[in-house]
């Protein structure tokens, strides 16, 4: 018998990303097998994002042109995964009958057995020639159980289930207790719920032993890891280190921090553990204090520069990364010269620009939308130009350096291959060695791009036989 076959797509953040591979491992389990692309899939599935507008818009443009499919293809199983099948479950169940599963992000354990019984349902309708169609709401198990690889009803994750041989995402936490006033994640993802260390370096030594040698921890709030987990000695630092001991991991990194628990513990252990990547994603969201407070950040523009003085002076070497909302209501002109002046003080490495968009059910979404369209495209080119400027001076230093770099697969820029550094830097150079991919290689930089860098491979086979001098690598 031919094995049922499932196209996903995954939007939003790395944490979908994660969930969409467990989704997998889970359909891989009970026998479904990916389709080549989504036409040929007898089951589509969506994981969705609701922490933008844009993320919301595509989805709905995607279930439209599965509306057309399903006329043609009654049988044809789709389902809505994910954030915003959380936010918008009645109206996806009333209003979207070709719609068949509603999983929001704390029932993917059962999510085989969901599938299954769509299947049979459809499969059944089909053959009465039935026209009516029944949903089906899920209730399973905490996405949490559904990490830790636990049997029964949640996800046993299956290490080999992932995009990128020597590359993995492993959760480390679900949920966020924090009280921005912008985020609709405390809302579809629940509160916060941490795993005990020694399920995530169990976890982490399986993907090593799979041939893994980088991995990114994800929370939502990452750096607040261990906060519920009451007697254990559980933080993010105590993680770190223990995970620090697997000896075939060469680079660990994690990701998204939060300003309020940066540490001393957590900068000493950055500071002190050579795998960890070196580069630190710390979204401060806005340079003004008005704007902080309205967002419910927790701390102030000085603080967050005192924070970042802290890690500078035990880590120099780490770059830093941050998001930023222009736009937010009642952010006025001098408001958003503020946010500029904090990207130019600090010098961040990367920046992420957002334009500000109500989200249902948060506080802000209570606020007038008042600072008009226009003017928010406006301020999101501003600070994307001048985030453009500090990125690429920092790329042109690197040329003529030689840096370590983590071969990921075929390049955007034509005839190369593109890898990552410890430092996240995107540099792209000629090859056409296939086996290079999951590897590690130096790479003299030759020029650098607007958000990443050219290069030339060096001598492969000296730098893994340990003739090439470590100190001409950069990290």
Same mark, same amino acid.
């Given at each position: 018998?031919?094995?049922?076959?499932?196209?996903?797509?995954?939007?939003?953040?790395?944490?979908? %990303?994660?969930?969409?591979?467990?989704?997998?491992? %889970?359909?891989?389990?009970?026998?479904?097998?990916? !389709? /080549?692309?989504? !036409?040929?899939?007898?089951?589509?599935?969506?994981?969705?994002?609701?922490?933008?507008?844009? @993320?919301?818009?595509?989805?709905?443009? #995607?279930?439209?042109?599965?509306?057309?499919? #399903?006329?043609?293809?009654?049988?044809?199983?789709?389902?809505?995964?994910?954030?915003?099948?959380?936010?918008?479950?009645?109206?996806?169940?009333?209003?979207?009958?070709?719609?068949?599963?509603?999983?929001?992000?704390?029932?993917?354990?059962?999510?085989? /057995?969901?599938?299954?019984? !769509?299947?049979?349902?459809?499969?059944?309708?089909?053959?009465?020639?039935?026209?009516?169609?029944?949903?089906?709401?899920?209730?399973?198990?905490?996405?949490? @159980?559904?990490?830790?690889?636990?049997?029964?009803?949640?996800?046993?994750?299956?290490?080999?289930?992932?995009?990128?041989?020597?590359?993995?995402?492993?959760?480390?936490?679900?949920?966020?207790?924090?009280?921005?006033?912008?985020?609709?994640?405390?809302?579809?993802?629940?509160?916060?719920?941490?795993?005990?260390?020694?399920?995530?370096?169990?976890?982490?030594?399986? $993907?090593?032993?799979?041939?893994?040698?980088?991995?990114?921890?994800?929370?939502?709030?990452?750096?607040?890891?261990?906060?519920?987990?009451?007697?254990?000695?559980?933080? &993010?630092?105590?993680?770190?280190?223990?995970?620090?001991?697997?000896?075939? $991991?060469?680079?660990?990194?994690?990701?998204?921090?939060?300003?309020?628990? $940066?540490?001393?513990?957590?900068?000493?252990?950055?500071?002190?553990?050579?795998?960890?990547?070196?580069? &630190?994603?710390?979204?401060?969201?806005?340079?003004?204090? @008005?704007?902080?407070?309205?967002?419910?950040?927790?701390?102030?523009?000085?603080?967050?520069? !005192?924070?970042?003085?802290?890690?500078?002076?035990?880590?120099?070497?780490?770059?830093?990364?941050?998001?930023?909302?222009?736009?937010?209501?009642?952010?006025?002109?001098?408001?958003?010269?503020?946010?500029?002046?904090?990207?130019?003080?600090?010098?961040?490495?990367?920046?992420?620009?957002?334009?500000?968009?109500?989200?249902?059910?948060?506080? /802000?979404?209570?606020?007038?939308?008042?600072?008009?369209?226009?003017? #928010?495209?406006?301020?999101?080119?501003?600070?994307?130009?001048?985030?453009?400027?500090?990125?690429? /001076? %920092?790329?042109?230093?690197?040329?003529?350096?030689?840096?370590?770099?983590?071969?990921?697969?075929?390049? #955007?820029?034509?005839?190369?291959?593109?890898?990552?550094?410890?430092?996240?830097?995107?540099?792209?150079?000629?090859?056409?060695?296939?086996?290079?991919?999951?590897?590690?290689?130096?790479?003299?930089?030759?020029?650098?791009?607007?958000?990443?860098?050219?290069?030339?491979?060096?001598?492969?086979?000296?730098?893994?036989?340990?003739?090439?001098?470590?100190?001409?690598?950069?990290?």
């Amino acid at each position: 018998m031919t094995a049922t076959t499932y196209h996903l797509t995954s939007y939003g953040c790395q944490m979908n %990303k994660l969930d969409s591979e467990l989704v997998e491992s %889970k359909l891989q389990q009970r026998g479904y097998r990916p !389709a /080549a692309d989504e !036409a040929a899939a007898q089951v589509v599935l969506i994981n969705t994002c609701s922490v933008r507008q844009h @993320a919301e818009d595509r989805v709905w443009s #995607k279930l439209g042109k599965l509306r057309l499919r #399903k006329k043609e293809e009654p049988g044809l199983v789709v389902g809505v995964l994910g954030c915003m099948a959380q936010e918008h479950r009645r109206y996806l169940l009333s209003r979207m009958p070709h719609v068949d599963l509603v999983v929001g992000p704390s029932a993917f354990g059962d999510i085989d /057995a969901t599938v299954a019984a !769509a299947i049979a349902r459809n499969q059944e309708l089909v053959s009465s020639r039935e026209p009516a169609r029944t949903k089906h709401q899920v209730v399973g198990a905490s996405m949490l @159980a559904v990490d830790q690889g636990v049997s029964g009803d949640t996800i046993f994750r299956d290490v080999r289930v992932r995009p990128h041989r020597s590359q993995a995402f492993v959760s480390v936490m679900r949920g966020c207790n924090m009280p921005c006033s912008y985020c609709i994640v405390p809302t579809t993802r629940g509160d916060e719920v941490s795993r005990p260390v020694a399920s995530i370096v169990e976890e982490c030594q399986r $993907l090593c032993d799979d041939g893994v040698t980088e991995i990114t921890l994800l929370g939502q709030t990452v750096n607040a890891y261990g906060r519920d987990l009451t007697g254990q000695n559980a933080s &993010l630092a105590v993680l770190l280190r223990a995970l620090h001991e697997i000896p075939a $991991l060469r680079r660990l990194a994690f990701i998204t921090s939060h300003p309020n628990f $940066l540490s001393p513990d957590l900068v000493a252990a950055i500071a002190e553990l050579p795998k960890v990547a070196r580069y &630190l994603h710390l979204p401060a969201q806005s340079g003004s204090n @008005a704007v902080l407070k309205a967002m419910r950040r927790g701390y102030t523009v000085e603080r967050y520069l !005192a924070r970042l003085e802290q890690l500078r002076e035990r880590a120099p070497d780490v770059e830093l990364h941050s998001d930023f909302i222009v736009g937010y209501p009642g952010e006025t002109v001098a408001d958003f010269q503020a946010t500029v002046d904090l990207v130019r003080r600090v010098g961040f490495a990367q920046s992420y620009v957002f334009q500000y968009s109500p989200r249902p059910g948060t506080a /802000a979404a209570e606020l007038p939308d008042d600072v008009p369209r226009a003017e #928010k495209e406006r301020r999101n080119q501003e600070l994307l130009a001048v985030q453009g400027e500090l990125t690429l /001076a %920092k790329n042109q230093a690197l040329v003529g350096q030689v840096v370590e770099v983590l071969v990921e697969g075929d390049s #955007k820029v034509d005839g190369r291959y593109s890898g990552r550094t410890a430092h996240h830097r995107l540099v792209h150079f000629p090859t056409q060695d296939r086996e290079l991919i999951g590897t590690y290689v130096p790479v003299r930089v030759t020029a650098a791009l607007a958000h990443s860098c050219l290069g030339e491979l060096l001598g492969h086979d000296a730098h893994q036989e340990g003739r090439l001098d470590r100190a001409e690598v950069h990290t």
